[in-house]
DNA sequence: CTGAGACGGAACGGTTCCGTCTCGTCTAAA
DNA sequence: TTTAGACGAGACGGAACCGTTCCGTCTCAG
């Protein structure tokens, strides 16, 4: 037996995986990069941004202030790495076929994110954050809505493609539909939607892209 | 000369009107008052809800911070009762005699707000602190919300009269319709807009509403 | 003229967090 | 078996704020 991970108190979670030691930049490697990193984003749905302390976050996760700063500089180091890590493993792309599928799938991504407690906490957290702070914006424009957007471009072109979508289609406005209306309801509003309501929004946004 | 208001050092603007007491809640009365409520929107701007202290914000009033503590009990009263105050007197109400028109008065009530410094940052940052404030949620839902979707509905219901819309038009995402995509352009994205933006975006509204 | 009270300012003790540093322990490679 | 290094824990000095309390000044009603 090469490897007998021994029980970390902190860590109870059975992870029998082979720890990896990275070269670079330490992105969820070993197991305490994990909990370091899950306790980090615990902490920030907790408590926000501004409030968030490392002491705190390495209390939770069961490790030494000494741990985060071997391997991050700084707090704002340590979100853009975690933020950047997280964001580029968001990213599938789908094709159903249809114009309809396509952006009933894209909304029901959304909604799923914005419907889970960390998700939920953290993008408003980070997107008033990032008003105050012009380094995290830079990693939340490019990793984040610059990728989410190109989800979204695909999913027109392919759509004119079929001829589903006039090729003179408002792209601009489109991408503002496409996300705005569930964005405002789940993350701003705030209030319940009837189990269809992601069907409702999706005819009505078909026939505003057909207009 | 009943009443000759003394040169304050730290209120420059000529406030010539009579300074008059408030018998319940000081809201925005005196001198002293504004100052704090200016400053403290001010700051508010700058660092963010939880960044916020009362000693940076009695400074940049010019103030000391027992007259902040005179007035209300904590950070939290503070910012809930100003909120408050800002919120009741925006809300005026207009009936452009066309669906089309009210549509496009309103999208230009938000954007007017969305462009200028002190809102543009004081909202989202407030609206990702009431995920963890209820209190502020609170107000934030009945004080703002409220008399926003009041107006929303007022105008859709307007439209039903008219005849410009079915009477069975789905409300519910009607509203999320008229203010989403704007939000998530302004607020979200936070990308620049053709002139006539909101020119296309009523047309695609009205397009939308229709179907 | 006098007294009440709000004012700006400064200090207080207590708390929290920062980033560094030092322990003694445990692991894994040599 | 030895040993280098990462580990958890936490003490440390310094900084920032909290909410309170005091000071001396100023305004204004009586």
């Known amino acids: 037996m090469p490897n007998t991970p021994a029980p970390r108190p902190a860590t109870p979670g059975p992870s029998e995986q082979p720890v990896r030691r990275t070269p670079g930049g330490p992105v969820l490697q070993d197991s305490v990069t994990e909990a370091i990193a899950a306790a980090f984003f615990e902490e920030l749905a907790d408590v926000g941004y501004a409030r968030l302390s490392l002491e705190a976050v390495a209390k939770r996760a069961g490790a030494g202030k000494a741990a985060i700063y071997r391997r991050?500089?700084?707090?704002?180091?340590?979100?853009?790495?975690?933020?950047?890590?997280?964001?580029?493993?968001a990213s599938e792309i789908e094709d159903t076929g249809t114009l309809r599928g396509d952006v009933l799938a894209f909304l029901t991504e959304i909604d799923g994110a914005l419907r889970h407690r960390l998700p939920s906490k953290i993008i408003p957290d980070l997107l008033a954050e990032s008003g105050r702070n012009p380094e995290l914006a830079q990693v939340l424009m490019t990793a984040v809505r610059d990728t989410r957007r190109g989800k979204a471009t695909g999913l027109l072109e392919r759509a004119v493609d079929r001829g589903e979508l006039p090729a003179d289609v408002d792209r601009e406005l489109a991408l503002d539909f496409l996300a705005g209306p569930l964005y405002w309801r789940l993350a701003v509003v705030r209030t319940a939607t009837a189990p269809d309501y992601l069907d409702r929004l999706t005819d009505k946004l078909l026939a505003a892209f057909a207009a």
Chains 1, 2 share one sequence.
């Open 72 to 89: 991050w500089p700084s707090k704002l180091d340590m979100t853009v790495a975690l933020i950047r890590a997280v964001a580029v493993d």
